[in-house]
């Protein structure tokens, strides 16, 4: 019975997910960044034509890195703010309560919608993150390593600040989830790129602020493992003198124990959301 519950209220929920007009706007980014980059790819290819094949290819993965980051504030924009109207613009509105007074678990009704956004994200992923591959191939003449762990890592990170906002969502506004999830992952991202500058001046309290934050948070640890699986091969011993810090590169892939420490915070993270949304007041 309560699996049943799950996964219909997450098909309510990508239905609902489709109607909003986040979707809309998700799609027009979308579609903006991929023309962009199919220009700025076939640009590149006909502006360094005098570089060789393995040249070429390092460059088209440098600019990769950075067009998937695009990609990857985009989902994230998309999924901070539809989790907000999920569970608080619904608390707002009334329409929880008449759900609620069913006998139905509230742990159920905020797993099927975790489901639901999870699986949105990670189809958003997906289509718009295999485009960008595809792209890539035909102007660049260049295929990741290991595309579908980069993508697999990139859903992650959309999942773990889903979470993250599904549970601001339980104690303040819609909007202000939205605007608090996004504002964290910038400001883990940013932390990340001071932890790696302070990696390559050899100043380990200042590369200790990345590390931290990566725990607190694993958007940036999570983007930086995709990072490692789409860039050229070339790169995965250890970059290149000078490269250091460079933040739309990654020198080492995700190791087992940070991949379980964010298994363990998503949990951690939903097990608080349900806990909250048990002791509101609808």
Not at 5 to 30: D, F, G, N, P
Request: charged share 10%; proline share 4%; aromatic share 6%.
């Amino acid at each position: 019975m309560t699996t049943r519950i799950v996964l219909t209220v997450a098909a309510l929920t990508l239905q609902e997910a489709a109607r909003r007009r986040v979707l809309r706007s998700l799609a027009v980014m979308t579609v903006i960044l991929l023309s962009l980059s199919a220009w700025g790819f076939a640009r590149l290819d006909a502006e360094f034509g005098t570089l060789t094949s393995g040249e070429a290819r390092l460059a088209a993965s440098t600019v990769l890195n950075l067009v998937m980051f695009g990609l990857s504030l985009i989902a994230a924009l998309g999924t901070a703010f539809l989790a907000g109207p999920t569970m608080a613009g619904e608390i707002e509105s009334g329409t929880a309560l008449a759900v609620l007074a069913r006998p139905i678990r509230r742990s159920a009704v905020l797993l099927g919608k975790w489901l639901g956004l999870v699986v949105f994200a990670s189809g958003f992923v997906a289509v718009a993150g295999l485009a960008q591959l595809v792209i890539v191939r035909v102007t660049m003449d260049y295929w990741p390593p290991a595309p579908v762990t980069g993508l697999v890592l990139l859903a992650a990170q959309s999942t773990v600040l889903l979470t993250l906002g599904l549970l601001l969502s339980t104690v303040i506004s819609p909007m202000a989830s939205g605007i608090v999830a996004v504002g964290l992952f910038g400001a883990t991202w940013i932390a990340g790129v001071v932890g790696g500058v302070g990696h390559a001046l050899g100043n380990e309290g200042v590369e200790r602020v990345g590390a931290v934050s990566r725990v607190l948070l694993p958007t940036d640890g999570l983007w930086r493992g995709a990072m490692h699986a789409i860039q050229h091969p070339a790169l995965g011993a250890g970059l290149p003198q000078g490269f250091d810090g460079h933040p739309f590169l990654s020198d080492s892939p995700l190791t087992i124990a940070y991949v379980a420490w964010s298994c363990l915070w998503l949990g951690l993270i939903l097990a608080l959301a349900a806990i909250a949304f048990h002791r509101r007041d609808l």
